[in-house]
Nanobody, 111 residues
Framework: HVQLVESGGGLVQPGGSLRLSCAAS????????MAWYRQAPGMQRELVAR???????TYTDAVKGRFTITRDNAENTLYLQMNSLEPEETSVYYC?????WGRGTQVTVSS
């Protein structure tokens, strides 16, 4: 079992940046793949980025070149650096790993 707690969301202007964090309650070394998802109002939850322990990182096409997913195994934390944010990316962002989900952090992109 692992608890995941997201943080770092908030209100940002279009073109701005945010860095999301996902803190795990235990070591994430054994978690093979961790990922960020997002869900906009009235929409299905969608994959944003996936980071396996080994292997290639994948991003949804809409965020390629702007978002970067990283993990710090020593700090038991997953990150998502988001640059050049767009209003349509307003969503709740969720961390996922080992089949467990966090409760999400709200990101609002608006002027």
């Amino acid at each position: 079992h692992v608890q995941l707690v997201e943080s770092g969301g908030g209100l940002v202007q279009p073109g701005g940046s945010l860095r999301l964090s996902c803190a795990a309650s235990r070591s994430i070394v054994s978690i093979i793949t961790m990922a960020w998802y997002r869900q906009a109002p009235g929409m299905q939850r969608e994959l944003v980025a996936r980071l396996p322990y080994t292997g290639r990182t994948t991003y949804t096409d809409a965020v390629k070149g702007r978002f970067t997913i990283t993990r710090d195994n020593a700090e038991n934390t997953l990150y998502l650096q988001m640059n050049s944010l767009e209003p349509e990316e307003t969503s709740v962002y969720y961390c996922q790993g080992d089949g467990y989900w966090g409760r999400g952090t709200q990101v609002t992109v608006s002027s």
